[in-house]
């Protein structure tokens, strides 16, 4: 990756240490087998390469190709830049509300069986409590949007999924024609929002049940009704978080940077790894957000790691509302207009891609590392004999 801290240990090296092994002993599903196999071999002899020839020197310089799964953290910084740079410069010039849905834990065992589903449903359940509580007029009373971006973990790795959404103070009245600002305290009744999220994620849990759509874990007798599951869930209070961006929805975004192009742990947490342990640092919110460290056996840690693959083709980062693609050159264009204002330009966008990574690194990765000479020439390996 670039920008990257060489001496730090790398996921890649324990699967490669203990990989196999693990694969032996546990049956994985394909999205995560060819996760780790991408891992593992990311940037070594076994994904290819490429290679350049210095015009000047004639110096050749070999690359190594590339995994390119989402999953590798060593494949997703330059992602994440960008990522960041487009979507500043989509978001309107106002004050933000950073809000978290929880789904409660007992939920874990049919997460682990349905992962698809059961984060589609996440999703439109936030969606829709925010949605429907931004629509009452004695909230907001006006349309509203929201970026959400998907997180399955926890600070040591365990399934903890839960939603982030980014969400304007404010909205399009019914009619269009103007913008509704929200209560500088709040945006809405986080208790109002955790009832009706609750509400929609288990009728649409129901639904599925109903319809047979979900597989079932053995052992859960409360899953195997709708009625069964919807006591169990309504026993506890589901998890609303809502607070303002005071630094401004710059910074949340640079937040959520962080998390939607990378997986569970970022390689700078850990700390030492051998056959067969693994340790690291993890922050405890319940403790005062102190910094501790983990101790896991590697079997363990990779295990924890898996949970948290996606499914192939699954979309982590999603937009709701005037942020949604199909609204964006109507909606949200007239909310630029109603607050005089316009987007900003995003800095990377019309760039080429060495261009950002130099900007981002201060790498020039199109010199030659010999005589520092400007454009180097791809070698392309001569056509394979048909015969």
Same mark, same amino acid.
């Given at each position: 990756m670039y920008g990257e801290n060489k001496n730090r240990i790398r996921l890649q090296e324990i699967f490669i240490r203990s990989g196999e092994e693990f694969r032996r002993d546990h049956l994985l599903s394909p999205v995560q087998t060819k996760a780790m196999k991408a891992i593992e071999q990311c940037r070594r002899a076994e994904m290819g390469s490429h290679s350049y020839r210095c015009q000047n020197c004639g110096n050749v310089e070999v690359v190594y190709n590339s995994c390119r799964n989402r999953h590798c953290p060593r494949c997703q910084w330059i992602k994440q830049q960008l990522w960041v740079d487009h979507v500043k410069a989509q978001l309107l010039p106002i004050r933000y509300f950073h809000i978290v849905f929880t789904i409660p834990e007992v939920l874990n065992p049919l997460i /682990? +069986?349905?992962?698809?589903? /059961?984060?589609?449903? +996440?999703?439109?359940?936030s969606w829709h409590a925010l949605k429907k509580a931004a629509n009452n007029p004695s909230f907001l009373g006006a349309q509203t949007g929201a970026l959400a971006v998907l997180h399955t973990w926890g600070q040591t790795l365990t399934l903890h999924p839960h939603i982030h959404m980014l969400v304007p103070a404010g909205g399009l009245d019914q009619d269009g024609w103007q913008w509704v600002r929200s209560s500088k305290k709040f945006f809405v009744p986080v208790r109002a929002l955790s009832r009706i999220f609750r509400a929609c994620y288990v009728r649409l849990l129901s639904e599925a049940l109903r319809d047979g759509k979900l597989m079932l874990p053995e052992k859960h007798v409360e899953f195997k009704t709708p009625e069964g599951l919807k !006591?169990?869930?309504y026993k506890t209070d589901w998890v609303v978080y809502c607070k303002k961006c005071f630094a401004g929805p710059g910074q949340i975004i640079t937040y959520l940077g962080r998390y939607t192009h990378r997986v569970a742990i970022?390689?700078? #947490?850990? &700390?030492?790894? *051998? *056959? !067969?342990?693994? +340790?690291? #640092?993890? =922050? *405890?919110?319940? *403790?005062?957000? #102190?910094? =501790?460290? &983990? %101790? +896991?056996? %590697? =079997?363990?840690?990779i295990r924890r790691f898996l949970l948290h693959i996606l499914p192939s083709g699954f979309y982590k980062i999603r937009y709701f509302g005037i942020f949604a693609c199909v609204n964006r050159a109507t909606k949200l264009s007239q909310c630029f207009e109603l607050l005089g204002c316009k987007p900003i330009q995003a800095v990377y966008a019309a760039l080429e891609m060495s261009t950002v990574i130099f900007l981002l690194t201060g790498k020039q990765i199109n010199r030659c590392s010999i005589c520092g000479a400007e454009l180097l020439r791809p070698l392309y390996p001569p056509p394979k004999q048909l015969f």
């Open positions: /682990m +069986l349905n992962h698809g589903p /059961m984060y589609d449903f +996440l999703f439109e359940a !006591n169990e869930l970022s390689e700078n #947490r850990i &700390m030492e790894a *051998d *056959d !067969n342990h693994v +340790l690291f #640092r993890w =922050k *405890d919110y319940g *403790d005062h957000n #102190r910094q =501790k460290q &983990m %101790t +896991l056996n %590697t =079997k363990e840690f």
